[in-house]
């Protein structure tokens, strides 16, 4: 695999202020993503950076001003990954996260982190000084062949685990299973396997838009030719059913397994040694402002790839 193009870029500004309905700022410590997800809907970032270069291949350095008065932003919500994943491998080299984390730290600030990465485990112990800090693994799948297909991060297992050490370290964690490929994501196993490790289990559909729409439906007619019936009536004729029929079959398998099973939920207000809470997001026009904000909705991880998010 080819190395990315590496830069450096200064903005004026880390903390950018958020539209997503989970947090009051959002922070990207790079601009890309050398995961090279194929279904990442990121890539619309390229019409904002002028980059040439496919997305994936590329990756910008973030340097900014030192961040005055971090004590202001206390009480309040900071995700840090929504159009890039802030434990990249490049993270090792750059400390770009960990130089953001020792900047905020002891602000007070709510902090959220979604990762495909266990690099994070070499800021376990700074990430816990932050009052209600959550991290978020996306993991849609327990087939590392079918991971490797899709993704260039490290492996499910290795997610798996890191995902558990934050957890007995009394961090909170959610397990984002996302996207949901119809009939290859098996959920009920990554639920089976994740709920004795996390907090939350947030489930989302595998949304197809832009150029990769074509590159994924070209893939499951080449590997699932089974398949390609029912991701042309999901995909192209824009039939809900799958979603509704999944939906039903979940809620019940929850049921059946002692787990809540909800459209919106707050994490931050149950016992932390709660089952999980397993929570739907199939409906994306549903979701509104945070429940710690005092709406309706799940005020977890977001900002997969895979949905629409802050640069």
């Known amino acids: 695999m080819e190395k ?41 970032m390229k019409r904002f950076t002028g980059h040439k270069e496919p997305w994936g291949t590329f990756l910008d350095v973030k340097i900014w001003p030192e961040i005055k008065n971090p004590g202001k932003y206390a009480g309040k919500e900071l995700f840090i990954g929504s159009v890039t994943d802030p434990y990249l491998p490049e993270e090792e080299t750059y400390g770009r996260t960990r130089e953001l984390l ?42 590392e062949n079918f991971k ?13 685990a890191a995902m558990e050490a934050f957890y007995r370290a009394g961090v909170r964690t959610t397990c984002f299973i ?32 832009g150029n990769y729409k074509t590159e994924i439906l070209n893939y499951i007619k080449e590997k699932y030719p089974e398949l390609m019936s029912l991701y042309r009536d999901i995909y192209i004729k824009g039939n809900r059913s799958y979603w509704e029929m999944l939906d039903a079959e979940l809620k019940a398998f929850t049921e059946k397994n002692g787990l809540e ?47 629409k998010a802050d640069t």
């Open 4 to 44: 990315p193009v590496i830069n450096t870029t200064e903005v004026r500004s880390i903390l950018s202020k958020s539209n997503l309905p989970v947090c009051d700022y959002s922070v990207n410590p790079y601009t890309g993503c050398t995961h090279r997800c194929r279904y990442c809907y990121a890539s619309f």
């Open 102 to 143: 020792l900047q905020l730290k002891g602000s007070g600030v709510k902090l959220s982190i979604a990762t495909k990465s266990d690099f994070i485990l070499r800021d376990l112990e700074l990430i816990k000084t932050f009052p209600d800090a959550r991290v978020s693994w996306s993991i849609n799948t327990l087939d």
């Open 148 to 160: 490797n297909d899709m993704d260039k991060a490290v492996s499910i297992e290795r997610r798996l």
């Open 178 to 209: 996302s996207p949901i490929f119809p009939e290859i994501t098996d959920v009920k196993a990554i639920i089976e396997r994740t709920k004795g490790q996390c907090n939350l289990i947030w489930l989302e559909n595998l949304n197809l838009r």
């Open 261 to 307: 099973y909800k459209t919106n939920d707050d994490s931050m207000k149950r016992p932390f040694e709660a089952p999980p809470v397993v929570v739907n997001y199939f409906y994306h026009e549903k979701i509104k402002k945070s429940a710690r904000k005092g709406g309706k909705s799940h005020a977890g991880i977001t900002g997969s790839r895979n949905s």
